[in-house]
């Protein structure tokens, strides 16, 4: 069994980010010692190497936590896994396409508001922020 410092050595993360994983329900330990510690089974790095990977292909906390429910399901195969997974692509994708337009918004924005000595209640930036459209007034 392995404690929670050690298993931060192992996995090369720290204590902090496995008691909020625990938190999160990704990372139970198997047990805790008579003196409270909290103690991981041997193969528990092997799961902090799977949150890592899986963060590092976009999948937020939630998302993993369901990846690793997946195998526990008796009817469940690997094309649930890749139905997880396309599912996730294509919400990245539709992210990412929204980010691009971001940078144009902003260039509007930044291209309205010119005279650097206008006073902050008239700033162009902020009214455009500021208002709100004409659905969700009526």
Do not use: W
């Amino acid at each position: 069994m392995l404690t929670i410092g050690k298993l931060a050595a192992l996995a090369g993360t720290t204590p902090n980010t496995l008691r909020y994983h625990e938190r999160e329900g990704l990372i139970p330990p198997a047990s805790k010692g008579d003196n409270g510690y909290r103690l991981y089974a041997q193969d528990a790095a092997q799961r902090v190497h799977f949150i890592r990977q899986a963060q590092q292909c976009g999948f937020a906390l939630a998302e993993i936590r369901a990846l690793l429910t997946i195998p526990r399901q008796a009817s469940a195969g690997c094309s649930d896994v890749r139905t997880f997974a396309i599912e996730k692509k294509l919400a990245l994708e539709a992210k990412i396409k929204l980010m691009k337009a971001m940078p144009a918004e902003l260039d509007q924005l930044i291209g309205d508001c010119v005279d650097d000595k206008r006073p902050l209640n008239d700033c162009p930036i902020l009214n455009a922020l500021n208002r709100v459209p004409v659905e969700i007034t009526h």
